[in-house]
């Protein structure tokens, strides 16, 4: 049995970057062997394995061959005769397909010590078109990686065009297209993430869409900076700053379809929800008593009653987005507080009740955002 450090951790030594995670590879071993020395399985497509103390992932080393649609069709093969040349073979880039020895050494078959001093994305293999997640996962790996001068390999955006006029896009889960895109999201560059795929014209098919219009990305550049100077930046604002680029400049314009294509979690649907009907109902230029009520209709939909930190991410998209003046949002938030001081209790003392305490609410928080707004 002989254990290998591969993938991310060693191409972010190699990087100088910090290592969050490890994993291992295993060559020689059979599932019972692992087994007995006291690790848990937990993988049903393949064996991986977690180390019974620090719980790392040890996979055995494994061949794939593709035989379905999507990045699920593959027919996965792990025996003891599997060479670790053979698993890093399997792997999407070069940069991923170093391992490193307990001793140190580093097996580097395929070049990606020379492609991490070039500076250059590139697939391992031809096998590269054969999960169509793979183009996503460049698409991040590039964002991630575009601050170091990384670039991808003129054959590999070859070979991704390829696979998107093959339309192998279209086959994968809505929930795996979520998850790279949240990351991406979050992540140092989300706009070169999304850019690299609309020059690729992959978001038709991720979206589910016949016609797009390519859009420009620019309002997710503001995301790289709030990433250190907002604390409170959350996925759903950058998921809401996302989807009013979608709705601005593509062809989608309905944003619950959008969410519900995305499969986004409810949280960051209900923000661009927010954001969509906001910018529906407000002009960004001023904010005054002949449109109270579509700031009441505003207020009323955020609930900052009981929602208060959905209503302060409202605010910290809207500035993101630089809709408005720092004065008119200002309005609008004095003009939210206004509304929350109506206090319910008061009126409930007049004997007001059932409907007819919902009616006076409605209208005494009404007459609280007039008088904020004059």
Same mark, same amino acid.
């Given at each position: ?315 910290? $998209? %809207?500035?993101? @987005?630089?809709?408005?003046? /720092? #004065?008119?949002? *200002?309005? !609008?938030? =004095? ?10 209790? $008061? %009126?409930?003392? @007049?004997?007001?009740?059932? /409907? #007819?305490?919902? *009616?006076? !609410?409605? =209208? ?11």
């Amino acid at each position: 049995m002989e254990i290998y450090l591969v993938g991310g951790a060693v191409r972010d030594e190699l990087l100088g970057l910090d290592v969050h995670e490890r994993d291992y590879v295993v060559v020689g071993a059979t599932p019972d062997e692992m087994l007995t020395q006291g690790f848990t399985q937990v993988g049903k497509d393949f064996p991986v394995f977690l180390h019974p103390d620090s719980k790392e992932e040890y996979a055995l080393a494994r061949t794939e061959r593709k035989s379905g649609k999507g990045y699920t069709g593959f027919d996965c093969y792990a025996a003891p005769d599997v060479t670790l040349e053979d698993d890093l073979q399997r792997r999407d880039l070069t940069i991923n397909a170093i391992a490193k020895a307990a001793d140190g050494t580093l097996i580097d078959p395929y070049q990606g010590q020379l492609d991490i001093q070039r500076r250059t994305l590139r697939h391992v293999s031809a096998a590269f078109s054969e999960d169509p997640l793979r183009i996503l996962r460049l698409a991040r790996f590039a964002a991630r990686f575009e601050p170091l001068g990384f670039s991808i390999a003129d054959e590999t955006w070859q070979l991704m065009l390829n696979m998107v006029e093959a339309e192998e896009l279209g086959h994968l889960a809505k929930e795996r297209i979520w998850q790279e895109l949240n990351r991406s999201l979050l992540g140092p560059s989300p706009d070169v993430f999304c850019r690299i795929l609309d020059d690729l014209n992959a978001w038709p098919q991720l979206l589910g869409v016949n016609h797009w219009q390519p859009v420009s990305w620019t309002s997710l550049q503001v995301l790289r900076h709030s990433l250190q100077s907002e604390p409170d930046y959350t996925l759903n604002i950058a998921y809401t700053i996302f989807a009013q680029a979608v709705l601005h400049e593509a062809v989608i314009s309905d944003d619950r379809e959008l969410a519900a294509t995305l499969r986004v979690p409810n949280e960051c649907a209900e923000l661009s929800a927010l954001a969509t009907l906001l910018k529906q109902e407000l002009e960004p230029t001023s904010l005054s008593t002949d449109c109270a009520n579509a700031v009441t209709k505003v207020i009323q939909r955020a609930d900052p009653i009981r929602r208060p930190e959905r209503w302060q991410d409202l605010l910290t $998209t %809207l500035a993101l @987005l630089d809709w408005g003046s /720092a #004065d008119v949002r *200002q309005r !609008l938030s =004095e003009a939210a507080v206004a509304y929350q001081t109506v206090n319910p209790q $008061t %009126l409930m003392e @007049l004997g007001l009740q059932g /409907a #007819d305490l919902g *009616q006076a !609410l409605k =209208e005494k928080r009404h007459e609280a955002v007039c008088r904020a707004l004059q």
